[in-house]
């Protein structure tokens, strides 16, 4: 059983990255600070050192944990999956402070020098195992290697978000990503299932269900 005070240090731990993704989700590395940080918080620096070594140190734990409070379905279910999940992120972008500040820590990391590819290299493994599904539910043409199109669709839809998040502050990001859908599918599944899947923004909810 863990004991209380093992149970407050995980407390403040979550209270410190909350904070912390809400500073960065707003200010962005550079303009991000500890002071604001432990003002968020409500922690001393004490507490914050304890866990974190240092700004680029929470900065990447922000980015690890991205992750954490997003419903990713247990067993892969092949395309239609892949495809809702996508449009589930798409939601996620405007509910969960924690997976938005993780992905433009992930996405600007030049400002930070952390160069940390482990969040794309989870989220390629997560995409894969719903095309390796596919692959045994007869939904992938011959030629498609499941890791290499995991890996572009993970590109893709990086690309599609920070270009939506520039040009409209991300409102048009559903939209976009049924577009990049709409493109890919008949790249890698056979001609007469692509009216098997439904491309709608709509079924984001779909996988919390």
């Known amino acids: 059983m863990r004991r209380p005070k093992q149970d407050r240090a995980v407390h403040t731990r979550e209270l410190i990255l909350d904070a912390a993704?809400?500073?960065?989700?707003?200010?962005?590395?550079?303009?991000?600070?500890?002071?604001?940080?432990?003002?968020?918080?409500?922690?001393?620096?004490?507490?914050?050192?304890?866990?974190?070594?240092?700004?680029?140190?929470?900065?990447?734990?922000?980015?690890?944990?991205?992750?954490?409070?997003?419903?990713?379905?247990?067993?892969?279910?092949?395309?239609?999956?892949?495809?809702?999940?996508?449009?589930?992120?798409?939601?996620?972008f405007t509910s969960n402070i924690r997976f938005r500040a993780g992905v433009r820590l992930a996405v600007e990391q030049g400002e930070s020098g952390l160069q940390d590819y482990t969040a794309y290299r989870w989220w390629i493994s997560i995409f894969e195992r719903e095309l390796v599904a596919a692959r045994a539910r007869g939904e992938l043409l011959p030629g498609v290697d499941e890791a290499s199109f995991a890996r572009f669709v993970v590109a893709s839809y990086t690309g599609t978000q920070v270009m939506s998040d520039i040009a409209t502050a991300r409102t048009d990001l559903a939209e976009?990503?049924?577009?990049?859908?709409?493109?890919?599918?008949?790249?890698?599944?056979?001609?007469?299932?692509?009216?098997?899947?439904?491309?709608?923004?709509?079924?984001?909810?779909l996988i919390s269900a």
């Open 21 to 92: 993704a809400g500073v960065f989700d707003e200010n962005g590395f550079a303009g991000a600070s500890i002071n604001k940080i432990l003002s968020r918080a409500g922690v001393t620096a004490g507490a914050m050192y304890f866990h974190f070594r240092s700004k680029a140190d929470l900065a990447r734990a922000v980015i690890h944990t991205q992750s954490s409070a997003l419903e990713i379905p247990e067993q892969p279910g092949g395309i239609q999956q892949l495809i809702d999940l996508t449009m589930y992120l798409t939601g996620q």
């Open 176 to 205: 976009q990503v049924v577009t990049m859908w709409r493109y890919l599918l008949p790249s890698i599944v056979p001609p007469l299932m692509l009216t098997h899947y439904v491309i709608d923004p709509a079924r984001k909810d």
